[in-house]
């Protein structure tokens, strides 16, 4: 079992940045595929980020590719999700997701992923 705890979030600008960070506690993250997915009002969750159970391999949604960037810190069992550039499209519950037997092929599918957290809430606005 994995508990997944996201935080970070909040009002920026458009233009702005963020840095979330989803904490894992009960086991050590760096053996799971972990993922950042957003979901707006009215619409579907949608796939922003994700890097292999390795590490090896990160993708990236075209819409997020270049401004933001996973990463992964294994001392402290914490994923981070920093977001350049901000744009109001932006604007969005953000949630993390673990999943062992993830392969690269599948990383951008939700249904792929045993575990989520709570999400947290950014909004980019003026």
């Known amino acids: 079992q994995v508990l997944l705890v996201e935080s970070g979030g909040e009002l920026v600008q458009p233009g702005g940045s963020l840095r979330l960070s989803c904490a894992a506690s009960g086991r050590t993250i760096s053996r799971y595929a972990v993922a950042w997915f957003r979901q707006a009002p009215g619409k579907e969750r949608e796939f922003v980020a994700a890097f292999s159970r390795s590490g090896g391999f990160t993708y990236y949604a075209d819409s997020v590719k270049g401004r933001f960037t996973i990463s992964r810190d294994n001392a402290r069992n914490t994923v981070y999700l920093q977001m350049n550039s901000l744009k109001p499209e932006d604007t969005a519950v953000y949630s993390c997701?673990?999943?062992?037997?993830?392969?690269?092929?599948?990383?951008?599918?939700?249904?792929?992923?045993?575990?989520w957290g709570q999400g947290t809430q950014v909004t980019v606005s003026t």
């Open positions: 997701a673990a999943g062992q037997g993830v392969i690269t092929s599948n990383l951008r599918n939700r249904a792929a992923y045993d575990y």
